[in-house]
């Protein structure tokens, strides 16, 4: 009879422990629900403050990345690639280490300028830089201001205005990166830490499903609409409907490359005064194309003079790409040009107090 009686009570206490355990479990979910909701706030606020501050948006991969950092050095997450890569992340990641929480706006000249290298054209955002002697460093490229980047490109700026194309988000830029790397490197111990960083990397890319390819289907799919490579070979893309939109130089790079080195480094006045000539009839059928909506060759010819190099070409640069950027609705660009050519040869490529 006792145990008829005691039997309920077992049941009775099961039932309690089962209710509390369900308590339990739907607390906890809802503080995971809170602190994800938290954590997705505040990575939209984090890409609110960078659309604010360089007038583009950043990729995931951008903040992962800045993750994946952390975790490999949680206190300084910018020089978590130092050591093993000699590569420090920079540009907007100052902006997330809070390198420019003190720093007033009044005290520097402008974000875009904040590791803008000599040959980045405005489609170029530079995130992470490597020796200073070569001024290698890498970034995003966009074709548009408003869309977001196409691929993650390298340059040196001490070899030229070339862009090599590393994937098309971070994860895959530096395993390449890591992989080159690891072909120049010596010692059994470097290569064991160098290994054991790109497992490390290539199982957090899996893991948030990024492509780890060098030329994805997505690359290739915009390179077929890219109208011309221009002298840093990254490629412009604009729009071209019904056939107006674009329309080529009247001379192949080659030739262009030849009319600019006469007119910077002619040996007699009477070739520079030609070459000079030469150039100003391709501005004038800029003019031409832009009456009649080919806003491409303008951008075409003002990359190609901003490539060169040469300060000599600085005005005819202003002439050409802020307009052919606006008549583009791609005005953050023309911002950023206008303000590069104005201070290309400051003497610090960081916008943070010395």
Sequence with gaps: ??????????????????????????????????????????????????????????????FDFWDFCKNLKDGNPCDALKESLGLQLAGPYDILSGSFDDVKESDMISYHLHYRYYYDPPEFLTVIRGDDKTGFHVGYY???PRVLPVFVAS??????????????????????????????????????SLKTLQTSLVSEAKKLKYNLETSTSAIKARNKTVVSKTF????????????????PLTMTDGELEKILKQITEGKNEKDQEKASEDLQEIMTLVQFANDECDYGMGLELGLDLFCFGSERFHNAILQLMPLAYRLLSRDTFAEIVEVHINNRTRASLSQLPS
């Excluded at 009686?5 to 309690?16: D, F, L, M, V």
């Excluded at 098309?168 to 390449?176: D, M, S, T």
């Excluded at 990254?234 to 056939?243: D, F, L």
């Design 155 to 192: 340059n040196q700026a001490e070899k030229g205005c070339e862009f090599s194309v590393l994937g098309e988000n971070l994860f895959a830029a530096i395993n390449k990166f890591i992989a080159d790397f690891m072909k120049t490197s010596s010692g059994k111990s470097k290569q064991k």
């Design 1 to 62: 009879m006792a145990d008829e009686i005691q039997q309920p009570a077992k049941k009775r206490r099961k039932t309690e422990k089962t209710g509390s355990d369900l308590d339990d479990k739907l607390e906890s979910k809802k503080q995971s629900a809170k602190k994800s909701g938290k954590d997705v706030n505040s990575r939209n606020d984090l890409k609110e403050k960078m659309r604010e501050t360089f007038k583009v948006e950043l990729p995931s991969d951008f």
């Design 232 to 247: 840093h070979k990254a490629g412009i893309v604009v729009p071209v409907i019904n056939e107006v939109g674009y329309r």
């Design 142 to 144: 966009r074709d548009d």
